[in-house]
């Protein structure tokens, strides 16, 4: 059985870096694509990062571009999210998803699918606000 435990999340000040976690189990991250997306109150899930099979295919949403990076540690089987000079629109709740079938991130392919709920497994998220 697929799961996705996030954590690192919380209360940081504009400007502020956390990372986030999302440890899996009963899937490897050397064969499926894995990616982070957000839901702020009375929004909609957007696409965050997302990096497939190979460490080198990496996506980002242009709202994080240059502030966030998206890693993974195979031999861990953990993915993390880097996020710099956090702004207050970055709050959310963050949740990982994978899906065993989808092997890459390329482009915004990745993203269409867990907005649309087309991803099989997700995290219960870990929630991130961004406030002074």
């Known amino acids: 059985q697929v799961q996705l435990v996030e954590s690192g999340g919380g209360l940081v000040q504009p400007g502020g870096s956390l990372t986030l976690s999302c440890s899996a189990s009963?899937?490897?991250?050397?064969?499926?694509?894995i990616g982070w997306f957000r839901q702020a109150p009375d929004q909609e899930r957007e696409g965050v990062a997302c990096?497939?099979?190979?460490?080198?295919?990496?996506f980002y949403a242009d709202s994080i571009l240059g502030r966030f990076f998206i890693s993974k540690d195979v031999a861990n089987n953990t993915v993390y999210l880097q996020m710099d000079n956090l702004k207050p629109e970055d709050t959310a709740v963050y949740y990982c998803?994978?899906?065993?079938?989808?092997?890459?991130?390329?482009?915004?392919?990745?993203?269409?699918?867990?907005?649309?709920?087309?991803?099989?497994?997700w995290g219960k998220g870990t929630a991130v606000t961004v406030s002074s």
């Open positions: 998803a994978a899906d065993p079938v989808v092997r890459s991130c390329s482009g915004t392919w990745f993203f269409s699918l867990g907005e649309d709920d087309k991803l099989d497994y």
């Open positions: 009963g899937l490897t991250l050397d064969s499926s694509a």
């Open positions: 990096i497939g099979i190979t460490a080198g295919s990496r």
